[in-house]
Structures are given as C-alpha cells and as structure tokens.
C-alpha cells in the first residue's frame, strides 16, 4: 500500500508541477488527474471565489480517488458506470431503455418545478393575463395528473411501447439539468 500511495503522490506531483509550468493561455489535457488538480482553482474554468467551501481538492483527496477509479473500490459504481456507458452507445436503437428513461423522468423529474415570466400580455391556457407575470410550472403535478396519464404514479415504461403513443400535449416536460 505504503508502494501505491508513493506512486500515486508521484504522479499527482509531476501533473501539478507541469500544470503550473503550462502558461495560463495554454489548454490542458482533459483527464481525470488534471481536472481534480485544477477544480476550484484559477485554472477551473467553472471557478468561483465562494471561500473555504469551494476549496481546491489536496493531494490525499486526489489520491484516494485516484486509488478508488483505478481499483474500482466502488463495485456498485462502477458497475452502474459502465451500464450507462454501455447503454449510450446504444441507446436510440434500444427503445425500451428510451421507454424506461423517458417513465423515470416522469416519475422523478430532475427538476420539480420552474419558473417562467411574462414580459407582455398573453392569453395562456383560455385566460388572459398582464405582463409582469411569474408563471411556476410543476413538472411532478402535471407527470402525475390523472387527466393525463393512466395510473400516474404506477411506474410503466409499457405505456411509451405502444405504437405511435405521444403523450398529451404539454402532458411530459422532460428537464435536463446540470451540476
């Protein structure tokens, strides 16, 4: 063990080394071992100065998760990890996969809700409304709304199987969010 942690702090010098050698104008490489060097620093290009909390990782931390991707400590994980990779390499011809990830997506959104607003005057759902309006749309209310859906909160990828089923309009909002 004592070997590994030795090589792996060796590693993590030589990048960093080599990453502060690299002038600020300069791309680096795209890889794991660069990217946790570089999170929360000037470097990262998604920094911001948020004090203590947002600190950059240290060379034990960079260790340990090196040690844990390359051991593959993590079993569950990784083996998730590689059904995922796997799985998007086919998924538009695995229907389904689409049909389980589109009734997951109803289920549990990844977004509740979310906002939108009116800058003029609009007729929205047979009413009229001023401008100056803020609108929250909930995703979960309407993907479990009876009106909409058969058995709402029965999970069924089944039901996206059957030929030529779109869901009713404006019935599935399907958010997409980033970390």
Known sequence: ??????????IIKKRRQEIEDTPLNEHLPHDILTSMIIKNTLRDVDY?????????????????NLFDGLLGVNKTANMFSFIIYYISHDYYSLSYCEAIVKEVARILPAMRSFSRYTNKSD???????PAGITFIIDIKAIHNKDDYWEEPNRFNPDRWMVENFEPKKNSFILCLVED
């Open 123 to 129: 007729k929205i759902a047979g009413y009229q409304w």
């Open 48 to 64: 911001i100065e948020a004090g203590k909390v947002t600190r950059a990782m240290t060379d034990t931390e960079i260790r340990v």
């Open 1 to 10: 063990m004592e070997f590994i942690n030795k090589k792996l702090d060796a």
